[in-house]
């Protein structure tokens, strides 16, 4: 049973171009979450989606903008990139089940803009 | 005010010794979830253990134990024999709410652990 799958593992962009990151869930999942974890810190919440919507967003701005497709799988976009935006950044799954379902991680794409 | 705090940024322990990561947290909602994630070096987040806020036993599994200590809002996460492959930065994390497919987690800074031999 395959985990969360992300692609590319590494990028390196620079400044002002656009970046799109995929994220393939893990079977039987319908959830994606997607986070940003900057060098030193914890992992902060951008966006999930579910049925193919954005259900609740965090406090990125709107250069961060996703997608679901109808295999549940999705993908982050990030356009006009900063450096700032330089990080590895992390899908999540889960069930929307209900209850105490957990969260399967994918091992990341980290994003260098230079 | 943070909902996750690990004031620990680094810890040391020796190979076959426990060691205790500190977690606290910070929530007005009767109904959440904890968790402790294991991160390596390649970046993967692996989960460890998990503890709900109804839960009326400490969380274990295997070598990873959850001391829970609700009136305190602390949720620290205990390795018992501790070995070479568990240095790596440790996160915990909490879930609001009580249906996970509509919450999202809430990370600490995180605890770098290094095991000596």
């Known amino acids: 049973d395959a985990g969360v799958t992300q692609s590319p593992t590494h990028l390196i962009k620079t400044r002002g171009q656009q970046v799109t990151l995929r994220c393939s869930p893990k079977s039987g999942h319908d959830t994606v979450s997607w986070y940003q974890q900057a060098l030193g810190q914890g992992p902060q919440f951008i966006f999930q989606?579910?049925?193919?919507?954005?259900?609740q967003r965090g406090n990125f701005p709107d250069r961060f903008s996703g997608h679901q497709f109808p295999n549940y799988s999705s993908e982050l976009n990030v356009n006009a990139l900063l450096l700032g935006d330089s990080a590895l950044y992390l899908c999540a799954s889960s069930g929307d089940a209900g209850a105490d379902y957990g969260y399967t991680f994918g091992s990341g794409t980290r994003l260098t803009v230079v | 005010a943070q909902k996750i705090t690990q004031t620990q940024p680094g810890m040391f322990v020796q190979e076959k010794e426990a060691v205790t990561l500190d977690c606290t947290y910070d929530t007005s909602d009767p109904s959440y979830g904890l968790f402790w994630y294991k991160q390596p070096s390649s970046g993967e987040m692996i989960f460890l253990i998990y503890?709900?806020?109804?839960?009326?036993q400490n969380a274990t599994e295997g070598r990873y134990s959850l001391n829970f200590q609700k009136a305190r809002k602390s949720a620290n996460l205990v390795i018992s024999a501790s070995q070479l492959g568990d240095s790596a930065m440790y996160f915990c994390?909490?879930?609001?709410?009580?249906?996970?497919?509509?919450?999202?987690?809430?990370f600490g800074k995180g605890t770098m652990l290094l095991v000596s031999p």
């Open positions: 503890q709900g806020s109804y839960d009326q």
């Open positions: 994390a909490m879930r609001e709410g009580r249906d996970s497919g509509y919450s999202t987690l809430t």
């Open positions: 989606y579910y049925e193919e919507e954005e259900r």
